[in-house]
């Protein structure tokens, strides 16, 4: 069983929509959960992270962490073309050296 | 504020060969980690550079070896490829404050094993 396990989709949305990615992970020790967006042909970037439970919003984007459920959610609002790319999870424990990531989920928003 | 560079931006290589790639960390960063990411995969820790002295290493055979520089950057150093080493390698580079979490991401080198 992979650490973290990620829908890699594609999952495919008309603009507008509401999208909800997710992850789920089996290590208890996690407790910095990140979401990185990942455009064809670059780098991951980092767009938010939360560190142990609870919700952060951060304009249309908003991320949950259940650590009871070992699941955590993005939620984008109002989604657009230009959202279209690769989402990934990633989680890391506390003083922990790596990172570890989903396998990505392929978002296609059309206009 | 300069971000994350990588180079080369692609190669290719036969089975067999060693490759050398390199990352530039961004101004003030001293950490610097190397990523496997295989298409359609989430990128897999490799191993993590810390003030010249590697401090964490992920399921990699030897044959991946690094070096961090006193500048901070650094350099993935891959022997004997394998057609499954082909993959985009990236780097990240960040701090050893309390936001150790928040990595930035070079663009990437393209490496394909024939």
């Known amino acids: 069983q992979k650490e973290v396990e990620q829908d890699p989709g594609p999952l495919s949305v008309p603009e507008g929509a509401i999208v909800s990615l997710n992850c789920t992970y089996s290590?208890?020790?996690?407790?910095?959960f990140m979401w990185y967006r990942q455009y064809s042909r670059k780098g991951p970037e980092l767009l938010m992270y939360?560190?142990?439970?609870g919700n952060k919003e951060d304009g249309r984007f908003t991320a949950q962490v259940d650590k009871s459920s070992k699941y955590i959610s993005l939620f984008i609002r109002d989604s657009q073309p230009s959202d279209s790319a690769t989402y990934l999870c990633?989680?890391?424990?506390?003083?922990?050296?790596?990172?570890?990531f989903g396998a990505g989920t392929r978002l296609f928003v059309k206009a | 504020e300069t971000g994350v560079t990588q180079s080369p931006t692609h190669l290719i290589k036969t089975r067999g060969q060693q490759v050398t790639l390199r990352c530039s960390s961004q101004?003030?960063?001293?950490?610097v980690s190397w990523y496997q990411q295989a298409l359609g995969q989430g990128p897999q820790f490799i191993f993590q550079?810390?003030?010249?002295?590697?401090?964490g290493r992920g399921n990699f055979p030897p044959r991946f070896s690094g070096l961090q520089f006193p500048n901070y950057s650094s350099e993935l150093n891959v022997n004997a490829l394998e057609l499954d080493d082909s993959a985009l390698y990236l780097c990240?580079?960040?701090?050893?404050?309390?936001?150790?979490?928040?990595?930035?991401f070079g663009p990437g080198t393209r490496l394909t094993v024939l």
């Open positions: 990240a580079s960040s701090t050893d404050s309390g936001r150790a979490y928040e990595q930035f």
């Open positions: 290590n208890s020790a996690f407790q910095y």
């Open positions: 939360t560190y142990s439970s």
């Open positions: 990633a989680m890391r424990a506390t003083g922990g050296f790596k990172t570890i």
């Open positions: 101004s003030g960063h001293n950490t």
């Open positions: 550079y810390y003030r010249e002295e590697e401090n």
